[in-house]
């Protein structure tokens, strides 16, 4: 795994030159972020020594790498088709890009995502920080004898930034976007959770719940790279209203929160 990762790596040196600051994994129905970036360069995910492409609707399957603006020197890499768990693929192969990305060279991740909500108070179309996680999915990237290199047993007390949680809420205060904290539960999909579960859910902690993310932090995290979290609420979790849930509903949401999503993160990426 780890000669394969190298040879990843390598390969998106070769095809973009010197890695980007911060990289970016898109969630559901956010890939139009992209069309903000200037003097892109893509490819498909496929192209990637090792990876795979995304099968899911809302996720365009590339890596898209352009500067943050026209008159910023900042470029940023953002992966716009991410991997999930539910269309097959192993913990391993679901965070291969990632890794690939972070042994390129970039530092930094925001992790952004669609979501559910367990409770009232965390609105469809709403962005919500992750303060935490809770990996329901009882599975993990670091499991296995090809474990990469790093630390065995990697902290997570501090597993999205702190620091960078707080710039990101003075940047939501400047912009007049209200913005959340929440503890995120990751499940493994693809249904849609039941009401007891969601109940569950909430009484555990969770604020909302979403079928990503997790594998991405842990493995990031035990590479060094520093992580921000952003969901994009898109529905309320079954039980909390009577309304029946699909993914068509979750595009529709994130699509009218993509011109505030794509304000949000790229005053982020240019500060």
């Given at each position: ?161 702190k620091a960078w949680r707080k710039a990101a809420k003075a940047v939501a205060q ?77 595009l529709e949401t994130t699509k009218k929160s993509q011109k505030t999503f794509n304000l ?8």
């Amino acid at each position: 795994m780890i000669s394969q990762l190298k040879t990843a790596a390598r390969f998106l040196e070769s095809r973009f030159g010197e890695a980007p600051e911060v990289g970016v994994v898109l969630g559901s129905g956010l890939s139009a972020f992209t069309e903000t970036l200037h003097n892109t360069a893509s490819i498909s995910t496929q192209e990637i020594p090792g990876g795979v492409i995304s099968t899911v609707q809302g996720h365009s399957g590339k890596l898209v790498v352009g500067k943050v603006s026209k008159n910023s020197a900042k470029s940023v890499a953002v992966l716009a088709g991410r991997i999930h768990g539910y269309e097959g693929n192993s913990p391993h192969q679901v965070v291969h890009n990632l890794r690939a990305m972070r042994l390129w060279g970039i530092k930094k991740f925001i992790l952004t995502n669609a979501t559910g909500s367990t409770k009232k108070t965390f609105k469809p179309g709403s962005l919500v920080l992750i303060s935490d996680h809770i990996n329901f999915t009882c599975q993990s990237p670091l499991t296995g004898k090809e474990l990469f290199e790093g630390e065995r047993f990697p902290d997570m007390s501090d597993a999205y930034s702190k620091a960078w949680r707080k710039a990101a809420k003075a940047v939501a205060q400047r912009l007049k976007i209200k913005i959340q904290e929440g503890v995120y539960g990751g499940v493994l999909g693809p249904s849609f959770e039941t009401p007891a579960e969601i109940k569950m859910f909430a009484q555990w902690g969770a604020s909302i719940v979403g079928m990503s993310t997790v594998w991405e932090t842990i493995a990031l995290k035990q590479m060094g790279a520093e992580i921000l979290g952003i969901s994009c609420v898109t529905n309320f979790g079954t039980g909390v209203t009577n309304k029946p849930l699909s993914h068509r509903e979750v595009l529709e949401t994130t699509k009218k929160s993509q011109k505030t999503f794509n304000l949000f993160v790229s005053e982020l990426l240019q500060k």
